[in-house]
């Protein structure tokens, strides 16, 4: 097994080599599928990749999907629940409008369900749902090796942004469940969506549910927490956005639009000039000539 740790854009890719196949869990960004090529050629050195498992369909996780099903004629798993939807395209219910993200179209072969075993590299793991950040999120759990990929259900220090809570449908009592499943089943080693792999399990849990019941408290902190990180995911993807653009995109992106209608009720320039020296504050960000930055 070998983990590609990406920057923020891209999701981590884990790949798994041996048994019947080799098995690509995650594909990263669409903006970095040249590198996740490059990355993944590197390590089959020749010999052919034969499936795309996706813990779940956020655009960093399977922007790549496309690319590397054209290079290698790769079969593609998604959770069941999202069969219909990529089926039918509609970028709309796949979040990817919602969002103001990027991700090619691509076909699949074949749907996982909780509770479902597969069979990735030599060892035999078990999907289990991860609802929270997106209600049809998958773990895969090696009980074996006790390895479990975690997709955003756990990082180190956190988890994914709660996005039903902004859409107002429920996701923090879900979070909560998840972290529950994790803590019980005593891994050794979680492979995050985002970061490195990580060992001390317990202690990433307990930061967890300590940020779960901050965000909990007060829906708005959740709101604001979401704007601010799909604002940095644009500037990660273009680099730079003018100011004048950045209003615009909280008065367009629907779910910048849902956040400031359910939870954080100010004018599309209001909201833009917080979140703009929110992001200045943390360090994400700097205004130069007119413009929004990263940094």
């Known amino acids: 097994m070998r983990v590609f740790e990406r920057g923020w854009l891209s999701a981590n890719n884990v790949l798994l080599t041996g048994g019947d196949g080799t098995t690509l869990v995650d594909s990263g960004y669409v903006s970095h ?8 050629g590197h390590a089959l050195q020749g010999r052919p990749l034969a499936r795309i498992v996706n813990t779940h369909l956020h655009s960093d996780h399977c922007g790549g999907n496309a690319a590397l099903q054209e ?7 998604i959770p069941a629940a999202e069969a219909g939807k990529v089926r039918d395209w509609d970028e709309a219910a796949l979040s990817y409008r919602a969002t103001g993200q ?16 597969l069979h990735m590299g030599d060892l035999a793991w078990q999907a289990l ?3 929270g950040h997106d209600p049809h999120a998958l773990l895969f759990w090696c009980a074996q090796e006790r390895i479990l990929i975690a997709g955003d259900a756990l990082w180190q220090n956190g988890f994914g942004v709660i996005f039903p809570e902004l859409a107002g449908e429920p996701g923090f009592d879900e979070v909560g469940a998840t972290l529950d499943l994790i803590a019980s ?25 300590a940020r779960l019941a901050y965000l909990s408290a007060d829906p708005v902190r959740n709101a604001e927490n979401g ?15 003018a100011l004048a653009e950045v209003e615009r995109l909280f008065d367009t ?22 979140a703009v020296r929110a992001l200045e504050k943390a360090g994400a960000a700097r205004v130069r000539e007119g413009w929004l930055v990263d940094a």
């Open 71 to 77: 290079a290698w004629g790769c079969r593609i798993a």
């Open 227 to 241: 704007v601010k990180v799909l604002l940095k995911f644009l500037l990660l993807e273009r680099r730079e956005i």
């Open 33 to 40: 599928a040249a590198q996740t090529l490059a990355l993944v």
């Open 185 to 209: 089943l005593d891994a050794q080693v979680v492979v995050p969506g985002h970061g490195a792999p990580f060992t001390d399990v317990g202690a990433a849990v307990q930061r967890a549910r």
């Open 253 to 274: 992106v629907p779910m910048l639009v849902l956040a400031r209608q359910r939870f954080l009720p100010r004018p599309p320039a209001e909201l833009a000039r917080w």
């Open 129 to 131: 749902a991860a609802p």
């Open 102 to 117: 990027q991700c090619p179209r691509f076909t699949f072969d074949e749907t996982v369900s909780p509770g479902d075993l």
